[in-house]
């Protein structure tokens, strides 16, 4: 049932147009740069606001310089990507909400983004074309999180160019990039939504500490008859994974319990089983390959692989993964 009072396309006048959210987590080498560049081309109308997810690094101080050209949240936890959103978005005052990382980089006024959005009638939720720093397309839009989707994808299933609408999470055919769209979701790194409507339904659940919080977003707003329009009028930068770099166990982890998480709230107790089960045995089945690349290549980069798919294979099937 559409929210009816929420009036996402309301232009009344408000102090702010746009509320820019940004977490960063021990980000230091690239947040600096992320706000210069917004306050060298963001309008008066424009607000930045920054939750500091407790970083360890010198983030704070690179963030403090800033003074009062943002808006600074520090949290006394990492409570993840969604948490430090909702922390930043209890601060804003704008009509709409941009979440944006902070290893992006945008060579353009923020509020055009916001112009896009308001040509789009009827839309709960807009995603700008996003690249890699050399130019490559990085899939940022895709398809609703069913349990085979999610165990084929991780099979390799989602690089059968013929099945990629079959089997991948992610849209990975590229001409698909270069025309307006309604999609299932778009990535967290660059979403646009009204306020009115972040609020209605509830902002990010914070169940999810990293991963999948963006799909989860998207389809609640679908769920009120709201859209979620990619639009590649517009494009930004993104390194990927700013703070989190190479082979990363942990990240892994998160992913498959987002994946649990999201199954169990949207399709139940029995599709979670299944989905445990069947991802669990794909882990191993990849931790297995690496084993056979490792014999064959003796890279040390195959161990680490090998043991950590092994493991959590492992922990998922033993219920030790939520």
């Known amino acids: 049932m559409k929210l009816a009072s929420v009036a996402v396309t309301d232009r009344v006048a408000s102090r702010v147009d ?8 021990n980000g230091e080498r690239f947040v600096g740069r992320c706000l210069d560049q917004l306050l060298s081309t963001a309008s008066a109308a424009v607000e930045i606001i920054v939750t500091d997810n407790c970083s360890s690094d010198q983030s704070l101080e690179v963030l ?5 050209r943002i808006k600074l949240v520090t949290s006394t ?14 601060e804003a005052r704008g009509r709409w909400l941009m979440l944006l990382n902070p290893d992006t980089s945008m060579a353009f006024d923020p509020a055009e983004l ?46 059968i160019a013929l099945l990629t609408s079959c089997f991948s999470l992610q849209e990975r055919r590229l001409s ?3 025309s307006i769209r309604d999609v299932d979701w778009v990535s967290g790194c660059c979403l646009l939504t009204p306020r009115a409507l972040w609020h209605a339904i509830g902002g990010l659940d914070e ?25 590649p009028t517009l494009e930004l930068a993104h390194e990927e994974g700013g703070s989190v770099s190479g082979f990363n166990r942990a990240a892994i982890v998160r992913s498959c319990s987002s994946y649990l998480r999201y199954t169990r709230k949207w399709s139940g107790r029995v599709a979670t089983v299944a989905l445990r089960g069947m991802l669990g045995m794909a882990m191993l089945l990849r931790g297995f390959g690496a084993l056979l690349l490792e014999q064959v290549h003796g890279k040390a980069w195959l161990s680490e692989r090998r043991r950590a798919y092994l493991q959590i294979g492992a922990d998922l099937l033993a219920g030790r993964i939520h």
Do not use: K
């Not at 936890?77 to 209890?90: D, K, P, Q, T």
């Not at 896009?116 to 700008?128: E, K, Q, T, W």
């Not at 169940?207 to 639009?231: L, N």
């Open 176 to 178: 698909h990039y270069e």
């Open 114 to 159: 916001l112009a896009r959005a308001l040509s789009h009638p009827h839309i709960g939720v807009l995603g700008p074309r996003i690249r890699y720093p050399d130019g490559r397309q990085q899939f940022s839009f895709g398809f609703e999180h069913t349990v085979p989707r999610i165990v084929l994808a991780w099979l390799g299933g989602d690089r």
């Open 18 to 25: 746009l509320s820019i959210i940004i977490v960063n987590y």
């Open 64 to 68: 403090r310089a800033f003074g009062d």
């Open 207 to 231: 169940q999810f500490f990293m991963y999948v919080e963006d799909v989860d977003y998207c389809r609640r707003v679908r769920e009120e008859g709201y859209r979620v329009v990619y639009d």
């Open 77 to 90: 936890a990492n409570r993840g990507f969604a948490g430090g959103v909702n922390l930043a978005v209890a």
